[in-house]
């Protein structure tokens, strides 16, 4: 498979983002709002400096018995994270969720993110070129019968 995690796997995006300090409230809100699991964090000039996920929420504040409305972005977020870019291909970014526990990671073009890539998003792109290719092998081995 030599899917490109851009356009392949998902589309550039206008990606919600929070700063340092932002709340976990306000991170907390934007998520459910666009029903995403992840946000980036910029600085002023919108360049990523960070990424702070659904799991860092419930972990590192919800169970430590932190105050959400207290707490800040950048007393939780991920500095400086594992990034994709728009060429890299699909498997080498499933490879690198799966060996470093990632779910969601960035996709950035000139240090500003243009998408997030989740590996709901690999393993859909990954079950339908499997699909394809069984396709394919159907109707070169059985002819059209089981069509392309």
């Given amino acids: 498979m030599h899917r490109k995690i ?10 919600a983002s929070v700063k340092v300090d932002d709340t976990i409230y306000k991170c907390a809100q934007i998520m459910a709002d666009a029903h995403i699991a992840a946000l980036i964090v910029v600085d002023d000039d919108g360049i990523l400096i960070g990424i702070i996920t659904e799991r860092d929420l419930t972990q590192q504040v919800l169970a430590a018995g932190l105050d959400g409305k207290t707490t800040i972005v950048g007393d939780v977020m991920t500095a400086n994270p594992d990034i994709l870019g728009p060429e890299d291909s699909a498997m080498d970014a499933l490879e690198l969720m799966q060996n ?3 779910r969601h990671l960035p996709v950035v073009e000139n240090g500003k993110c243009i998408s997030i890539v989740s590996s709901r998003d690999l393993y859909a792109s990954i079950k339908e070129a499997l699909e394809q ?3 394919e092998t159907k109707a070169f081995v059985f002819g059209d019968r089981y069509g392309a």
């Fill in 6 to 15: 851009i356009p392949d796997i998902v589309q550039r995006l206008n990606i």
């Fill in 100 to 102: 470093r526990g990632y």
């Fill in 133 to 135: 290719d069984i396709r």
